[in-house]
């Protein structure tokens, strides 16, 4: 009888120290989901950034290629205003008073 009680502590021992992995420790189901999370977080962040990126590459195609970028870029950014060319400013009345 005591190989036998000792056989099934042995058992029971290590039916524990597997649960107790599977539960808890490394590569565990929590673990894995957190790793999972993080995974998806990091892929929809990727996403953001590779769509940025595709609207940075275009606009400098766009200015390395055309000037017409470039033409548009310096009116609407800087207010510059072409040789020749008269500048109008419209103001709306009802706008601008408090």
Excluded at 18 to 26: A, F, H, M, S, T
Excluded at 44 to 70: C, F, H, M, P
């Amino acid at each position: 009888m005591t190989t036998r009680r000792a056989v099934t502590a042995v058992l029971i021992a290590l039916l524990i120290g597997l649960q107790y992995r599977l539960w808890v420790g490394e590569s565990s189901f929590a673990h894995v989901d957190g790793l999972d999370k993080r995974v998806v977080k990091i892929e929809v962040g990727n996403e953001t950034k590779e769509r940025r990126n595709e609207v940075l590459k275009a606009e400098i195609y766009d200015l390395k290629n055309g000037l017409d970028a470039v033409e548009e870029k310096a009116r609407t950014e800087w207010g510059l205003v072409k040789a020749n060319e008269t500048f109008y400013l419209l103001v709306d009345k009802d706008k601008s008073q408090p």
